[in-house]
């Protein structure tokens, strides 16, 4: 299993370690299967034998999660995604609540069969920057059943030490703009994340993220002119 995103040893002790979840579906002999709602959709470093494009309910993509180890450092952290539910996020921004039918796209990864151990070691390693493991289900058809139940995914919760908290678009996109770490700069992570949802679905990119790639563009290019 190749290992593409590391982080180095001296960052372990500002992250914490997932919280550990008993009975996954994997140690109940069940397939494994994980969710991705990040970079985990354009970059996918463990073994897989089947994948979903589908979306889940009540959950808003933002990017509300710091990167001191990916896309940022210590001292300059970027920000990645995480999932806030919607009525989370009403009371963070209750000037801007979430839409109730909205829904959040994202790829469903079923681990390739006797890798599950191995790969969800190495997902813990790549999540470990505030990252806890939570099951979400996954659909495709609206109105229909979904299409795989309990599906592992791993969320920044608002209680860890890496959430940024409450952050208008335009700090977010500032920070983005100009964060790098170990894994590239942030703003990749974004710009890929945006080109991978519209190349699986013409109604994948949601407007956060549709607002945030532009306002992040339009620092790069005031940040040029100013170079």
């Known amino acids: 299993m190749t290992v593409s995103e590391t982080v180095p040893a001296k960052l372990e002790p500002i992250v914490t370690a997932p919280a550990a979840v008993s009975n996954t579906p994997w140690e109940s002999g069940q397939p494994l299967w994980v969710f991705g709602y990040g970079s985990i959709i354009y970059r996918v470093d463990f073994p897989i034998e089947d ?3 589908g979306y889940i309910h009540s959950r808003k993509r ?5 990167s001191h180890d990916h896309r940022g450092t210590p001292d300059q952290p970027g ?17 801007d609540p979430a839409d109730p039918y909205a829904v959040c796209w994202g790829m469903a990864y079923k681990v ?7 790969v969800k070691q190495h997902l813990d390693f790549r999540e470990k920057d505030g990252y806890t493991e939570d099951f979400v289900d996954v659909y495709v058809e609206q109105g229909a059943l979904p299409v795989v139940r309990r599906v ?3 969320v920044g919760v608002s209680s860890n030490p890496s959430f940024a908290g409450p952050s208008t678009l335009d700090e977010t996109a500032r920070v983005i703009a100009r964060a790098e770490g170990p894994s590239g700069t942030n703003r990749e992570y974004l710009f890929k994340l945006c080109d991978s949802l519209r190349k699986h679905h013409p109604s994948a990119l949601d407007p956060y993220l549709a607002e945030l790639e532009a306002l992040v563009r339009e620092y790069m290019t005031l940040e040029k002119h100013v170079l």
Do not use: N
Not at 62 to 66: G, M, S
Not at 112 to 118: F, I, K, L, N, R
């Open 152 to 154: 592992l995914v791993y």
């Open 112 to 118: 390739q069969s006797g890798m599950e151990q191995q």
């Open 51 to 53: 994948q979903i494009f």
């Open 62 to 66: 933002a990017f509300l999660q710091k």
């Open 79 to 95: 920000r990645v995604c995480t999932l806030v539910p919607h009525a989370e996020w009403d009371s963070m921004f209750p000037l």
